[in-house]
């Protein structure tokens, strides 16, 4: 079974409260892993990490932008066939079931 973190302030961490939340397989309902069950301190240290590197951000150009885009998603991977997790969100491709908590 898989632990996925989340990324705040470039960083793999999990929630602070140390809760997690089981990812099933809507089909089958076997457990596929675990994601953090992220609060309001979660929420607070994402939102001040974005606004913090904003600035530097937002002085990038879109090529530069892409390229940082494009790494970050990579780690992140799922098979076809059991939905590729996206920026938080786990996109399921033919089932019911569609997301984890952002």
Same mark, same amino acid.
Request: glycine share 14%; hydrophobic share 35%; net charge positive.
């Given at each position: 079974?898989?632990?996925?973190?989340?990324?705040?302030?470039?960083?793999?961490?999990?929630?602070?409260?140390?809760?997690?939340?089981?990812?099933?397989?809507?089909?089958?309902?076997?457990? *596929?892993?675990?994601? !953090?069950?992220? &609060? /309001? #301190?979660?929420?607070?240290?994402?939102?001040?990490?974005?606004?913090?590197?904003?600035?530097?951000?937002?002085?990038?150009?879109?090529?530069?932008?892409?390229?940082?885009?494009?790494?970050?998603?990579?780690? *992140?991977?799922?098979? !076809?066939?059991? &939905? /590729? #997790?996206?920026?938080?969100?786990?996109?399921?491709?033919?089932?019911?079931?569609?997301?984890?908590?952002?």
């Amino acid at each position: 079974m898989r632990a996925w973190k989340q990324i705040i302030n470039g960083k793999s961490v999990a929630a602070k409260s140390g809760k997690n939340i089981s990812v099933e397989d809507p089909s089958t309902r076997e457990v *596929l892993g675990t994601v !953090p069950q992220s &609060g /309001r #301190a979660d929420v607070d240290a994402a939102v001040a990490a974005a606004a913090a590197a904003f600035p530097a951000w937002s002085a990038t150009t879109p090529a530069e932008r892409a390229l940082h885009e494009g790494g970050g998603g990579g780690r *992140l991977r799922g098979s !076809p066939a059991r &939905g /590729r #997790a996206v920026g938080g969100l786990r996109c399921e491709r033919g089932s019911r079931s569609s997301t984890a908590s952002r």
